[in-house]
């Protein structure tokens, strides 16, 4: 079975401060990895994925992630928060090939301090 | 692309009756979509998987009587909680899933979510 650890509940930030927030996942086959944002009372919002090729993969608002398959992470960085980040995120998986199920994690909260 | 629409965004209702939300996939056809229930401060659960054109498949613990699932057509699944009790409020929220390549990654895409409040 596989399943996604997010450690941190919630991350506080100060405004322009770097933030990682960090993801794990535990899976016996190869995985497709994902990054969902969810603003206050709407549905979730895919931010950025992991599929194939290039390890390090970026959204266009200058989140980060990096897939390290030794490590079984998939943490996401953003060097400089602002206060639009403000938001919850939840990292997710799932399985290689045919029809799988998306398995999320408990999700972290950031808010990004004025 | 890919938008999925979720109506309606609240909903109030008294104990008892029946509430009916809808999924709608805007710009392409959903042969699957997905349901969950979203409690406060926790993670997504996944109540149901919706298939057009025949029964959706409920998770364990998840009452099929009381939340039908229809999913009629290739751009529309709706789910029914029947005599809400307050118990049911919640978060519901409801993606399709939208292929991006051959290999079948199940990348998904998120309606905004119904709040249900059951009085």
């Known amino acids: 079975a596989q399943s996604v650890t997010q450690l941190d509940s919630q991350v506080p930030v100060f405004e322009e401060a770097p933030v990682e927030l960090r993801c794990n996942y535990s899976?016996?086959?190869?995985?497709?990895l994902f990054w969902y944002v969810q603003y206050p009372n709407q549905g979730l919002q895919l931010l950025l994925k992991?599929?194939?090729?290039?390890?390090l993969v970026k959204s266009i608002n200058g989140f980060e992630a990096e897939f390290n398959k030794s490590q079984t992470s998939f943490h996401l960085r953003k060097p400089s928060v602002h206060i639009s980040d403000t938001a919850e995120y939840f990292c997710?998986?799932?399985?290689?090939?045919?029809?799988?199920?998306?398995?999320f994690g408990t999700g972290t909260k950031l808010q990004v301090i004025p | 692309g890919a938008v999925v629409s979720q109506h309606p965004s609240r909903v109030i209702c008294k104990s008892g009756t029946s509430v009916k939300i809808e999924c709608r996939s805007l710009?392409?056809?959903?042969?699957?979509m997905f349901w969950y229930r979203q409690f406060p401060k926790q993670s997504l659960m996944l109540m149901a998987t919706?298939?057009?054109?025949?029964?959706?498949?409920?998770e364990q613990g998840v009452e099929k009587d009381k939340f039908l699932i229809n999913h009629a057509s290739l751009t529309l699944s709706t789910l029914t909680v029947t005599s809400a009790h307050p118990e049911d409020s919640s978060f519901y929220i409801c993606?399709?899933?939208?292929?991006?390549?051959?290999?079948?990654?199940?990348?998904?895409?998120f309606g905004a979510g119904s709040r249900l409040t059951v009085l």
């Open positions: 992991y599929l194939s090729g290039s390890t």
């Open positions: 919706s298939n057009e054109g025949s029964k959706a498949t409920y």
């Open positions: 997710a998986v799932s399985f290689w090939g045919g029809y799988q199920k998306v398995t």
């Open positions: 899976s016996s086959v190869s995985v497709y």
């Open positions: 710009d392409f056809q959903a042969t699957t």
């Open positions: 993606s399709a899933r939208y292929p991006v390549n051959l290999s079948g990654a199940n990348v998904l895409t």
